[in-house]
């Protein structure tokens, strides 16, 4: 910046050293008087500073780059906006400011001489500022507010010539000459003279409304099943017009509904990854057991913390989890971390995750289908907070005070609440909301509204109609899984059982074998196929452990290996007969739902579902269990 320009060689010459600094040449008219900086935060002025070029005092007896250096000696001053002030430098437009004075960083001045270094008052350049906040005058300060408003900036740094500040603008022929979007605060936090401003303070305070804290909700749920569709299903009970949800699961991340990553994402990066994002205003992470021993959680602590239940056939055997309590104490990472004022939602008739509540600092609910049950009556009899199922409802009770939320018949998730699993699920999602205070009404309109499909939640027990064969699309790769969704499947009319199955390599051989006994006691064709999940395993390997299991069954006719996934899929549907019940375990979801799509729209005769139309189907073809 070069101001004071009183001929045309001083305006050549400003001229020419600015085309060395950039190609945007900005010429304004001329406005006499000192330079200030105002800080605008919000509607008020928190600071002012007048602000004076870099310069030097002669002694007589030292040149001017003698002087400058012994001024760049000052500890305060540094090479970059890290230190209270900037060091002087001697550039081009150092050199014309001297050369109007008739000086040259080789003259030596007067003792007592004032020499101009720059005519701005830039910190950044080696200028000075003295805060002069208590002068400011009312009408000065006003403008300033205007200017960062014409702008539409809550913080704005504005800078105004003129020769008195205590005095108004217009009676002096001052002006605003310039509205910073990023201000500095050094001249305000360390001037070089005055009394320092706590302008950080008054930042965060406009930020942040008294009482808040700066963070969004965070919801945090793990458990070893039915954590992605507890998460996906908090995320849509808290996602409205004005509240845009960031979720991270095993299916990808979501912000605001929309997917942004793919894969497994319910690790710490992904959890950073949604936390980071400055659209979010309420996060639903899904915490994996493997995330927390890799890198721990992601987050210090959250709000609410939901744990859906702890089950035999996962991850036991890896990654020092020898038993379920090992597990349980990996997975209660996350009860630890809800804070003082908030939230763990706990299933209340699993032992070891009722357990978690005396690690929790924060309130606890517990839920569980059966109100009666020991530790559901003792916390409500406390006075606590409770969420269980009577005579199909789903009923929400602290202490005396009872709420009917919903009837489970209009639960699309729960199939009228036939799949005991996704009524467990639901109670999850519902008391996880109540806990962040989420109004009833906005619970039954997500609660009704939550399909519970491909595309609400892919390859959690999706029911499609193909041809006249009732297709389950499940992601269930464990033994308590699986022996869930069995307990769901066995209610279903039908001819023929079927199901294309696998598993991932890093189970224990007696947790897969477990499976073959479950598979071949509940299905009377078995296609076994192994996915890209073998981790470790040598080919075979888990087709044999299945074959073990099956080899017990009383019910299994059939046993089919076929290699590949996708393969195995449709040698199922290829091979299933009217009246058939085909259950497919999904070994990658996102692949498997596209090739059902895909399926669907080559041959025009499928769609999805409800409990209440295979019902209708079946009671037309006199179809038995």
């Not at 001249?187 to 009482?211: C, K, N, Q, Y």
């Not at 104490?329 to 995750?353: N, Q, S, Y």
């Not at 006075?383 to 005396?400: D, H, Q, T, W």
Request: with cysteine; glycine share 10%.
């Amino acid at each position: 910046m070069a101001t004071h320009l009183a001929t045309e060689a001083q305006v050549t010459a400003a001229y020419e050293a600015a085309r060395k600094e950039s190609s945007s040449i900005v010429v304004e008219r001329q406005v006499e008087g000192a330079d200030y900086r105002l800080l605008v935060v919000g509607d008020r002025l928190v600071a002012a500073a007048r602000r004076e070029g870099a310069q030097v005092v002669g002694d007589g007896a030292r040149s001017v780059a003698e002087l400058v250096d012994d001024t760049n000696a000052d500890p305060r001053r540094g090479s970059d906006h890290a230190t209270p002030l900037s060091r002087v430098r001697l550039d081009a437009i150092s050199l014309g400011v001297l050369a109007e004075q008739g000086l040259s960083p080789e003259a030596v001045p007067a003792a007592g001489r004032r020499v101009l270094v720059r005519r701005n008052g830039n910190l950044s350049t080696g200028g000075t500022a003295t805060d002069v906040t208590d002068l400011v005058h009312p009408q000065v300060a006003e403008r300033a507010i205007e200017a960062a408003r014409m702008i539409g900036l809550d913080v704005a740094g504005i800078d105004l010539l003129t020769r008195d500040v205590g005095r108004p603008l217009e009676e002096q022929g001052g002006a605003v000459v310039e509205v910073n979007a990023c201000p500095g605060l050094r001249m305000h936090l360390e001037p070089s003279a005055g009394r320092p401003r706590p302008v950080g303070d008054a930042i965060v305070d406009a930020l942040f409304a008294p009482g808040e804290n700066g963070r969004v909700p965070l919801v945090s749920v793990t458990g070893t099943n039915g954590k992605t569709t507890t998460t996906r299903f908090i995320a849509h009970l808290l996602e409205t017009k004005e509240n845009a949800v960031g979720m991270a699961c095993t299916d990808g991340i979501f912000i605001a509904g929309r997917r942004i990553d793919t894969g497994d994402c319910s690790g710490p990066q992904s959890a950073r990854a949604v936390l980071l994002n400055p659209k979010v205003d309420a996060a639903v992470l899904e915490t994996a057991r493997g995330g927390i021993l890799r890198e721990g959680l992601g987050f210090d602590r959250c709000d609410v913390a939901v744990v859906t239940n702890l089950a035999e056939g996962d991850h036991l055997g890896v990654g020092g989890a020898e038993t379920l309590e090992d597990l349980a104490r990996i997975k209660r990472c996350v009860v630890e971390a809800v804070a003082a004022d908030g939230t763990a939602v706990l299933k209340g008739d699993d032992p070891l995750v009722a357990a978690m509540a005396q690690k929790c600092a924060g309130s606890v609910i517990f839920f569980a289908q059966d109100e009666n049950h020991p530790v559901i009556g003792s916390h409500r009899d406390r006075g606590e907070r409770v969420l269980f199922v009577r005579e199909g409802r789903v009923v929400a009770s602290e202490g005396p005070r009872e709420t009917v939320v919903a009837e489970l018949a209009r639960a699309p998730l729960t199939h009228g609440g036939r799949i005991g699993f996704q009524v467990e699920n639901t109670l999850a999602a519902v008391a996880a909301a109540w806990a962040l205070g989420t109004t009833w009404q906005d619970i039954r309109d997500g609660l009704e509204s939550f399909v519970g499909g491909l595309s609400q939640v892919p390859g959690r027990f999706n029911m499609l109609a193909i041809g006249e064969t009732t297709v389950v699309l499940d992601y269930g790769h464990n033994s308590s899984a699986l022996a869930a969704v069995v307990e769901a499947v066995e209610q279903c009319p039908h001819l023929r059982r079927s199901v294309v199955y696998s598993t991932a390599g890093d189970r224990r051989d007696e947790d897969i074998v477990r499976q073959g006994e479950l598979l071949g006691d509940t299905f009377d064709h078995v296609i076994l196929y192994e996915g890209r999940y073998k981790r470790g395993r040598a080919d075979g390997e888990i087709m044999a452990l299945f074959r073990r299991g099956l080899e017990t069954g009383g019910r299994v006719a059939e046993v089919r290996e076929v290699q590949g996934a996708l393969a195995a899929l449709e040698f199922g549907l290829h091979t299933a007969q009217p009246g058939e019940l085909l259950m497919i375990q999904a070994d990658a979801i996102d692949e498997t739902v596209r090739f059902l799509q895909d399926y669907l729209a080559r041959r025009q005769h499928g769609h999805e579902i409800s409990w209440s139309e295979v019902l209708n189907v079946s009671s037309d073809r006199h179809l038995v269990r």
